[in-house]
């Protein structure tokens, strides 16, 4: 899958900076983003291969004793997923979600709120997939509440990288996706673009402070008008029309 034979054929970057993937002749569609997190089979304990055995001894018990809920969980989403065959897209998008829950076991070396976060952008993208391979299931509700968690996790994530709570420098990828590594400049834009996207509109006030909140930390990725290794272009252009959008939806809201 990563590795080569040209299986995979990189299309665009959307938006929310996930790359699409045009189908195979030989394979046909192909989902890298479900492959990432590593589970164990029997208790549904989940998280990325780089902080799997990082959970410590004295938190085994608990993660452990919340096996029957993780299963109960799941099944009310997917009633038959199996872990033990080769992933799909529904054991892809459960994978995250199971991840979501195992990172509350795993300590603040392993930046779980970041990964919290991110784990919800991608059960998202799949729940998306599936909601378009499969529509009327409700795969599209999931999908909102999902980017919904995701921008609570994010905002606290901006948070965290100026307290210090969580080891934020430890990660080794932000993401969002797995070809590209924005950095955290990544993180400012998808925390800003979900706040732009899923924020909360009923309470009018409150939304304005937040966007005039994510223009502030918008600014802060596009502000040295300097592309880079870690800054490309791309991110830097997208945020200057983050920005503008910005402005938009304040005015909008303000009647104006």
């Known amino acids: 899958m990563f590795s080569g034979g040209g ?6 970057i959307n938006d ?20 990432p997190v590593t589970i164990c089979p029997e208790c549904l304990y989940a998280a990325y291969s780089e902080d799997f055995p990082l959970i410590k001894e004295k938190n085994k018990p608990a993660a452990l004793s919340q096996k029957i ?26 994978s995250y979600l199971l991840a979501v829950s195992s990172y509350s076991f795993l300590g603040k070396e392993t930046a779980p709120t970041f990964k919290k976060g991110l784990s919800c952008v991608r059960a998202a993208w799949l729940f998306g997939d599936l909601n ?31 307290t210090g709570e969580e080891r934020i420098d430890s990660v080794k990828n932000f993401g969002p996706d797995l070809d590209k ?17 899923y924020g909360d509109e009923e309470r009018i006030e409150e939304h304005i402070a937040k966007l005039e909140g994510a223009k502030r930390i918008i600014s802060k990725v596009f502000g ?6 870690s800054k490309p272009s791309f991110i830097l252009d997208a945020s200057k029309d983050l920005y503008e959008k910005l402005n938009e939806k304040i005015a909008e809201l303000r009647g104006g």
């Open 224 to 229: 040295s008008g300097r592309s880079s290794k």
């Open 16 to 35: 929310e900076l996930r790359r699409n993937y045009l189908p195979s002749k030989k394979v046909g569609e192909m989902y890298p983003l479900i492959y």
């Open 181 to 197: 590594n924005y950095g955290f400049e990544g993180v400012l834009f998808i925390s800003t673009l979900l706040m732009y996207k």
């Open 7 to 12: 299986r995979l054929i990189a299309g665009d």
């Open 132 to 162: 378009n391979r499969y529509p009327g299931q409700n795969y599209d509700r999931i999908k909102l509440v999902l980017y919904r968690k995701a921008m609570s996790y994010y905002e606290k994530t901006v948070h965290i990288s100026q």
């Open 69 to 94: 809920k993780r299963q109960r969980d799941i099944k009310l989403v997917f009633p038959i997923v199996d872990f033990r065959k080769p992933r799909n897209l529904f054991t892809g998008a459960a």
